[in-house]
């Protein structure tokens, strides 16, 4: 393999990476090691900044506001760049830098710096296009000072346009926290070096308008959390048959209309072959192309040819669907436990033990993961991630915690974070679409990490497909079309 399709594939792996400020940190170390200095790769991030903040000004004047640290040292790299670009300029300095980097970067800035304080009135504020905030990035360390505040908010009212640097100041890097109320909202967010946990966690995620990453040359760290990438999916073999392609088995309960949501995605989703598993009558309302099969569900399993099982959409909390749950951990067969069987789900319950041998995706939302945190004897602190995280390890299934945005966590530890979504899926049933479209793939590729990011971006892309105003139904039937997108 050449050298170029190599480091290609490296910057493509590198630009997944979500750095805390402390794996930053080490990156940073990391890059000083290999000879390169602060100056040189604020001289790179200002510079990659500055060229979107260019175009986006289309010749409007910019506005950057620079703080003490190394944030507002990239604020006179970018004040700079656009200067020499024949952009209109000026800076407003909140404090007079602190770093070495950043004093050079300000000694280099050949352009017009006003300082804020007392002596600079409103009438001394520049208005117009672009605000840049370089006021605060990853080194935030408290809630910003009511004159800060109100000088970022004075200034973003009175610019067309807003763009934060790294992030936007006022957000905690690591949580996505916001340290202050009444922070502005931003048209672009450029992250700088790698993204960092806050461009993926609410709230301060919605406040961030569109998020562009500029590179830097930051290594890939280890154990570092990985943005959800588009995926690629093989479409069937040319020898392929349905069995081949997947059998999915979907254990139907008290309310048919959950169970059937969740088997129209699975039908998009590329499995070959949908069962709904029914002890009763069918219910209304299924389709034709879902095979409905009658039975004991320990009978119906006894076929060898399942690829995956999903139990749990409609699937009621009475004892015949604690039953039911028994049988499907029973089964051994590479599972999806979602809706009323998470709730269900305990550690004690035989075949609990065994998720960690087989492939195993648990789908909580919010309210459901509070309970299996409880009824596996975890603390529910920290942040979402790490909350993930903890249940992944703790019950050897990998979880996706789904929410606005939604996180998959594997039982090695390792977090994929998927970007923010359509906030239309807030609909009743959408939870089942993506129940289906984690189990129709766990039928096709019998890995539970690919199948939950698959169907975590499925569903996400279906839903903008989907545009607006929805029905879950109509989100179902728009997993095919965007499976059709990622096809090899
Ligand atoms: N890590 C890297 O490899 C690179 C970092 N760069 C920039 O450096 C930034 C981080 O720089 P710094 O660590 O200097 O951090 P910041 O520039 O975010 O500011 C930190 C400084 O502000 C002070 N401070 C923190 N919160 C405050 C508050 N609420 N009110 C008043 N003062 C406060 C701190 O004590 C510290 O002196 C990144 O966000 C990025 O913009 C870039 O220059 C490129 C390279
Ligand atoms: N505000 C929102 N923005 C983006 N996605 C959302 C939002 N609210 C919910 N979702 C997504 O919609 C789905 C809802 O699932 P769930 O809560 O199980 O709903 P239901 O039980 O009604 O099917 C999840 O995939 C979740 O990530
Ligand atoms: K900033």
Known sequence: ????????????????????????????????????????????????????????????????????????GDGYVIAQYLADHDVPVCVVAARPPQTDAARRARSLFAGEVREAGAALSQEGLPRGGVLVD??????????????????????????????????????????????????????????LGAWKPAHFMMPACVTMGAVRLVDIGVEAMPGAAQVLARPVIAAPAPDAHKYRRGLLGIVAGAMPGATLLSAQAALRGGA???????????????????????G??????????YGALLVGPGLGRDDAARAKLDVALASGLPLVI??????????????????????????PHEGEMQVLEH??????????????VALARASGAHVLLKGPCSVIAAPDGSVTM???????????????????????RLAVTRDAGAAAAQALWLHSRAAERAGSAFTSGEL?????????????
């Open 338 to 363: 979602d809706a009323d069987a998470l709730v269900l789900l305990q550690p004690g319950l035989a075949g609990v033990n065994g998720l960690a041998t087989r492939a195993c995706v648990l789908t």
């Open 1 to 72: 393999m050449s050298n170029r399709t190599d480091d290609a594939r490296k910057r493509a792996q590198t630009a997944r990476q979500i750095l805390t400020v402390a794996q930053m940190r080490a990156a940073e170390q990391g890059l000083m090691d290999a000879g390169h200095d602060v100056h040189a790769l604020m001289q790179r991030a200002g510079r990659g900044a500055g060229e979107w903040v260019r175009r986006l000004a289309a010749g409007r004047s910019v506005t950057v506001l620079c703080g003490p640290g190394n944030n507002g």
């Open 134 to 191: 370089c006021l605060f990035g990853s080194g935030l360390s408290r809630p910003l000072s009511d004159d800060l505040a109100a000088l970022l908010g004075d200034l973003a009212a009175h610019h067309a346009m807003r763009v934060a640097v790294d992030l936007p100041s006022g957000v905690d890097a690591d949580t996505g926290a916001l340290l202050n109320e009444g922070l502005p909202e931003w048209t672009l967010t450029l992250a």
């Open 296 to 305: 004991a569900l320990p009978d119906l399993l006894a076929d060898g040819r």
């Open 375 to 388: 009824n596996f004897g975890l603390s529910g602190e920290g942040d979402r991630p790490a909350r993930a």
């Open 272 to 294: 070959g072959y949908v069962r709904l598993l029914t002890g009763g009558e069918a219910p209304s309302g299924v389709p034709a192309e879902l095979v409905v099969s009658r």
């Open 418 to 440: 998927g970007s923010r979504a359509s906030s239309w899926l807030s609909v009743a049933g959408s939870g089942d679409v993506l129940a289906g479209t984690v189990a129709s």
């Open 476 to 488: 179902a039937h728009a997993i095919g079309g965007a499976l059709a997108e990622v096809l090899a």
